[in-house]
């Protein structure tokens, strides 16, 4: 097992950072409180991620989106700001300078936005936040998963993981299959 996969390391809330790679949104209340939601594809990753939410000591709250997609999120939770503001500047979703990636939050990016594709696995990114694709592509490469952007067009918008090196690097550091139901999404 390596020193930095999902089970290697205690839970704790800087994995959720692995949700804001994804399509995860985070919102200030106030400038005292923090709310991170994420709408999924299926009720399989919503179920997953309201499990590593109360790992990590966070009553999730679950249901569905305006456009009836599943969606968990955290209560307004003062222990979110400092997340909140690394990941924001303004109203504009930003990845961090030199953010360190490790398995629990690849396990968390997995969960939310995990899947094959033609000739690889894809991390999904956010759609509506281009500016963080580039620099999570250099956040891949720092920890050894070189990875090539994928468009809309290739499926996308994601992270494609090929080769099998850097997939087996992945599996190494997401850990084991998190539910049956995500057998067919999960890096094997």
Not at 32 to 40: H, N
Not at 118 to 135: F, I, Q
Request: proline share 7%; aromatic share 6%; glycine share 12%.
């Amino acid at each position: 097992m390596s020193f930095f996969s999902a089970e290697a390391t205690q839970p704790g809330l800087a994995d959720l950072a692995g949700l804001l790679c994804a399509s995860g949104q985070v919102v200030h209340f106030a400038r005292r409180a923090a709310r991170l939601s994420v709408v999924v594809d299926e009720l399989w990753r919503r179920d997953a991620l309201a499990q590593a939410f109360a790992e990590r000591g966070i009553d999730p709250e679950v249901g569905v989106s305006e456009e009836e997609h599943p969606l968990v999120r955290t209560a307004f939770r003062t222990d979110l700001i400092g997340m909140a503001d690394a990941w924001t500047r303004g109203a504009v979703k930003s990845v961090p300078v030199g953010l360190a990636l490790d398995g629990a939050a690849l396990r968390l990016w997995a969960l939310a936005a995990g899947r094959w594709v033609d000739n690889g696995y894809m991390l999904g990114l956010d759609p509506r936040a281009p500016e963080t694709h580039e620099p999570l592509v250099q956040a891949l490469t720092r920890i050894g998963l070189p990875a090539g952007l994928l468009g809309v067009r290739g499926g996308g918008p994601g992270l494609r993981l090929t080769g099998r090196r850097r997939i087996g690097r992945l599996v190494e550091l997401v850990g084991r299959l998190p539910s049956p139901a995500a057998e067919p999404y999960w890096p094997v």
